[in-house]
């Protein structure tokens, strides 16, 4: 069953800090794999989107990366700040089945406190 | 940038009434979609539809029913809302594909 699993699930770091979160998935092939930032009681935001082929995407202080041959992508975040504090979410889109078959993670929790 | 409008941000109802959830986007996209979201668990797809009147049933529609009029407008019903209904729920739509895939704020729904 094609999957995407998140690490950790919840996460604290202090203002400033860097952190990196976890994203393996067995969906594949894929089309595209994308993160996302939901605030609470929020909506999903569009951070990131990679091709297969890609292997690095940056928004600011967000850089995802992605590894096809260990089926692995990690977002790292630079110089955390108290509005990172969201929940993050990783999503794969899987090249056939349409777009109705978005696989979606289930999230890392990150706080980021002063 | 597309906009995807949710009626309500927080709704309670009691067990038995029926419920609509409405979403409306600004941007002509075909494609609309509900899910729901629940703590540990990813998104869950409820239904989406393709164009006007088209719905199809995604990975969990039971107890679910779906309308879809006009283009900009589609609507998620809970027949009769039960406590497990209770959830976070989600719109988005697409222009095509996953392309310029983009979601509402949600509606937090409390079935009491």
């Known amino acids: 069953k094609n999957q995407v699993e998140q690490s950790p699930q919840s996460l604290i770091i202090l203002e400033g800090k860097n952190c990196t979160l976890q994203?393996?998935?067995?969906?594949?092939?894929?089309?595209?794999l994308r993160w996302y930032k939901q605030d609470t009681g929020r909506g999903p935001v569009s951070l990131t989107i990679?091709?297969?082929?890609?292997n690095t995407k940056s928004n600011g202080r967000y850089t995802a990366t992605l590894d096809a041959d260990t089926k692995q992508s990690s977002l790292h975040i630079t110089a955390s700040q108290l509005s990172d504090s969201a929940s993050y979410i990783c999503v794969v889109i899987p090249l056939s089945g349409g777009y109705n078959k978005l696989i979606f993670g289930a999230g890392t929790r990150l706080a980021v406190h002063p | 940038d597309v906009k995807v409008t949710q009626s309500s941000r927080y709704l309670v109802k009691r067990t038995g009434e029926k419920v609509f959830l409405e979403c409306v986007q600004d941007?002509?996209?075909?494609?609309m979609f509900w899910y729901r979201q629940d703590p540990g668990l990813g998104l869950r797809l409820i239904y989406f539809?393709?164009?006007?009147?088209?719905?199809e049933k995604g990975d969990i529609p039971e107890g679910y029913s779906v309308s879809r009029e006009k283009k900009e407008r589609f609507s998620l019903i809970l027949e009769s809302a039960s406590t497990n209904q209770t959830s976070m729920y989600l719109c988005?739509?697409?222009?095509?594909?996953?392309?310029?895939?983009?979601f509402g704020s949600g509606t937090r729904l409390t079935v009491v």
């Open positions: 988005a739509s697409s222009l095509g594909g996953a392309k310029g895939y983009t």
């Open positions: 941007m002509d996209h075909e494609n």
């Open positions: 994203c393996n998935y067995t969906v594949s092939p894929f089309s595209n």
């Open positions: 539809s393709y164009d006007v009147k088209m719905k």
């Open positions: 990679m091709t297969f082929s890609e």
